[in-house]
């Protein structure tokens, strides 16, 4: 039987067989270069982060809410007239050893000033207190301050958060209180006394504004030679206030007693203040003995709606309906300068 022929010619010895094309996708991410876009994506978000972050802090230092630490040679202590005339050494002892033990646990306030420098708000005795352990320790750890910088609308905002934070912590004294008043109308800071009481002290009753109020006369007459103000108690004060009220003179005499003796203790400026007072003279009476009357008397009718009468300090008195009639009163005062002038 023949063979069958083979129909396709087999390959030669030397003949290569090439082998089938075939292609192999490149994983994602192993191509040895990164998509683009996911760069894009990324950079994005991180830039959004960033942004959002910076903005927090932003609003939170613009808010005061941003606790900063600040060396302590930057903070001006005397940027606003302090209402806190001395520290108590034993209070001030209790506080260094607190900050010593377990560091600085509230935050002062201040407000940026120029130059990089910062005025203080609140926490006059925090700050004292950092700067005595700087001193005494030489130790770094108190040579800065936790501080939150505030922005106030102005200087009357400043004022009114030192003397809240202070009626908060340690009640000041009613001198203390006083002179804040007093020294913010002086700085223009407020138009007058009353505005200044009204807005330093809105949180207080009404009566101890009028006491504070009452004692801001002591500042201003005897603030320069009182050695010892803040240990005016409330009834002395408001004793001496009456005085100073009654005899215009009592100021300039009681600043030539206590001059007399410049070094002086509390109790001793408190016995020549009481002595000075004492020896207050009596005012004249507006008639002389022998015309002084007697007895008190009777009631007279001038005119219509209008009645007089003399008391026993030799006083005289007007009453009458004529008396709520604006014109007439022009009047009767004018007619009264006209006898003046007679």
């Known amino acids: 039987m023949a063979k069958r022929k083979r129909l396709t010619p087999e390959p030669t010895r030397h003949a290569q067989v090439a082998a089938p094309e075939t292609k192999t996708a490149m994983p994602r991410g192993l191509s040895g270069t990164r998509i683009p876009i996911a760069d894009v994506a990324q ?14 802090l932003t609003d939170a230092r613009s808010e005061g ?6 060396p302590l040679d930057l903070i001006d202590a005397d940027h606003l007239v302090r209402d806190r005339m001395v520290a108590d050494a034993e209070e001030m002892t209790v506080l260094k050893d607190s900050i010593r033990e377990r560091g600085q646990q509230t935050a ?15 926490g006059w005795r925090r700050l004292g207190a950092l700067r005595d352990l700087a001193f005494e320790t030489k130790d770094a750890a108190f040579e800065t301050v936790l501080a939150i910088v505030r922005t106030p609308s102005d200087a009357a905002d400043a004022y009114v958060a030192m003397v809240e934070e202070n009626e908060i912590r340690v009640g000041l004294s009613f001198y203390e209180r006083a002179r804040i008043v007093a020294r913010a109308v002086d700085k223009g800071v407020f138009s007058s006394d009353r505005v ?5 002290f809105a949180a207080v009753s009404r009566s101890k504004r009028s006491k504070i109020g009452n004692f801001v006369s002591i500042v201003r007459l005897l603030d320069p030679v009182l050695a010892h ?12 206030v009456q005085a100073l009220e009654a005899d215009t003179t009592l100021a300039d005499r009681l600043t030539a007693a206590l001059s007399r003796t410049p070094q002086r203790t509390a109790a001793q400026e408190a016995q020549i203040i009481a002595d000075t007072i004492a020896a207050t003279h009596a005012p004249a009476p507006p008639y002389a003995p022998q015309d002084r009357p007697k007895l008190p008397s009777l009631r007279e009718t001038l005119c219509d709606g209008l009645e007089y009468r003399v008391d026993k300090d030799g006083q005289i008195r007007l009453t009458g309906a004529a008396l709520q009639d604006q014109a007439f009163v022009s009047r009767m005062l004018q007619a009264l300068r006209d006898l003046d002038r007679r």
């Open 65 to 70: 809410r941003l606790i900063q630490r600040l």
């Open 229 to 240: 103000p803040t240990d005016l108690t409330e009834r002395s004060g408001l004793a001496l």
């Open 43 to 56: 950079d994005a978000s991180s830039s959004a982060a960033l942004a959002e972050v910076a903005q927090t």
């Open 196 to 200: 200044a009481l009204s807005q330093l």
């Open 108 to 122: 002062i306030e201040v407000v940026a000033l120029e130059g990089g420098r910062f005025g203080l708000i609140s």
